[in-house]
């Protein structure tokens, strides 16, 4: 076992997970460690009415650029990269507008618990959708240029700016929205890092603009908003739904207490494997074109070493949440550490599993994740009916949403691993 990552943990790839996971999880240390002032500064009610704008923004930016953000990493060169990095900025620009009028329905239709929101809530959404839409794009480009120092140092940035700014917030008793304002500032200096480093390329690789350069872009990449951007709405929504069904079966303040759990553990966690995947997704792009034979080996001792990483922290939280939760964040949020400890097998299953996903899109088979976004969806809709049957609790709620969404992972692993053997197979055929 330890063979495999032995194998791994030398050479360029290794440099990079590295420096990517080390970069991100400082970035998200700054969250964490910031976690226990928030909590004495904000109440459950604020956390919980922030997670909900938190969890639509996930899901909004995630198809803001038509998934166009993800082919940029693959593309055949600089040229239609740089086409696809002007493509996915203009869908951004015109997805926050349509974002902030779905969250405004949302809010006036007391749709999965936004009613808990203000109206005027919905202009709130606009600049996150539209600098978080923008930051994953230059994210991508940066990604295909092997930027991962600068791509951390940005991470660690953004995060610290984050939980500065919320927390100088906090004695102004601003409620959610001193949390808002810090959610801004962070994301914005990021962005604007970004966007120095990149536009002296993009610019000479997009001069002068042909608009049958972009359209050729975009043909070549049809699938990704025909496939992958259906995929990637179902998959963040079964991802970022939880705090919503949490806060319309049991209240706002109960989705802080998850959104709590959220922000210090799987997100920090799911983060740390979206770097890897980052580092992983590159090294698996170069694979399928210079030596496809050897796909299958790597993605399967990638998952071991992801197993292996994920494993301990999830084994703490198990053991030890509640009294962890308590101790840190105060007697308050104990009922957090219950949540953590049920949340913890989930985790670690997404942590997995929803790091290696990226291989859809290096082998072109974007559509398979839809049978693990129908599975994922389904599992929260059984819990909001066996919860609402039932009159489960809080805890109870998560534990249901917890067992479904670890079947779903498992069944996500084994269609990625089917899929992988299966191009093996037809390459070989192909010879």
């Given at each position: ?18 420096t ?6 400082a ?7 910031s ?28 198809v ?35 974002g ?9 239709y ?45 991470v ?72 992958t ?51 992983n997704f590159?090294?698996?792009a170069?694979?399928?074109?210079e030596?496809?034979?050897?796909l ?85 809709a ?9 009159g ?12 479904c ?6 069944v ?20």
């Open positions: 076992m330890f063979d495999y990552i032995r194998r791994i943990s030398t050479g360029r790839f290794a440099r990079d997970v590295t990517l996971t080390v970069g991100t999880a970035g998200y240390g700054l969250m964490i460690i976690s226990p002032i928030i909590t004495r500064l904000y109440s459950p009610e604020d956390i919980g009415k922030m997670g909900l704008l938190l969890a639509f923004l996930a899901v909004a930016a995630a803001a650029s038509l998934s166009y953000h993800l082919a940029i990493v693959g593309a055949e060169n600089d040229s239609e990269a740089a086409h696809l990095v002007v493509a996915s900025v203009a869908f951004v620009v015109l997805s926050s507008f349509v902030a009028l779905v969250l405004y329905l949302l809010i006036n007391s749709i999965l618990g936004y009613n808990a929101l203000p109206e005027w809530a919905a202009f709130s959404i606009f600049p996150l959708i539209l600098i978080t839409g923008l930051f994953l794009t230059f994210r991508y480009w940066f990604i295909r240029e092997r930027e991962f120092p600068l791509i951390a140092k940005i660690i940035l953004q995060n610290g700016g984050r939980a500065v700014s919320q927390i100088a917030f906090g004695p102004a008793q601003l409620g959610w929205l001193g949390l808002w304002f810090g959610e801004l500032i962070g994301r914005g200096i990021g962005l604007l890092k970004m966007f120095r480093e990149s536009r002296k390329k993009l610019s000479e690789l997009i001069h002068p603009f042909h608009m049958e350069n972009l359209t050729a872009a975009l043909k070549r990449n049809r699938k990704f908003p025909l496939f951007a259906p995929s990637s709405f179902i998959s963040y929504l079964a991802l970022n739904m939880p705090p919503m069904i949490i806060a319309q079966l049991h209240g706002i303040a109960p989705a802080g207490f998850f959104f709590l759990v959220q922000r210090v553990v799987k997100i920090p966690l799911v983060f740390v494997g979206h770097s890897i995947a980052d580092v590159r090294k698996m170069t694979l399928i074109k030596e496809p034979q050897r299958p080996g790597f993605f399967f001792k990638v998952a071991l070493m992801l197993l292996i990483i994920g494993f301990f922290p999830a084994a703490i939280l198990i053991l030890a949440g509640p009294f962890l939760f308590g101790l840190a964040f105060g007697q308050a949020w104990e009922i957090s550490g219950d949540l953590a400890a049920i949340m913890a097998p989930w985790a670690l299953c997404q942590f997995v599993s929803g790091s290696l996903n990226n291989i859809v899109f290096v082998i072109r088979r974007q559509e398979l994740t839809l049978i693990f976004d129908v599975l994922s969806i389904s599992g929260i059984l819990t909001y009916f066996v919860s609402m049957t039932y489960l609790t809080l805890v109870q709620t998560v534990a249901v949403l917890s067992g969404q670890v079947a779903a992972y498992i996500l692993f084994l269609i990625l691993s089917l899929a992988i053997l299966v191009h093996r197979q037809r390459s070989n055929s192909a010879k």
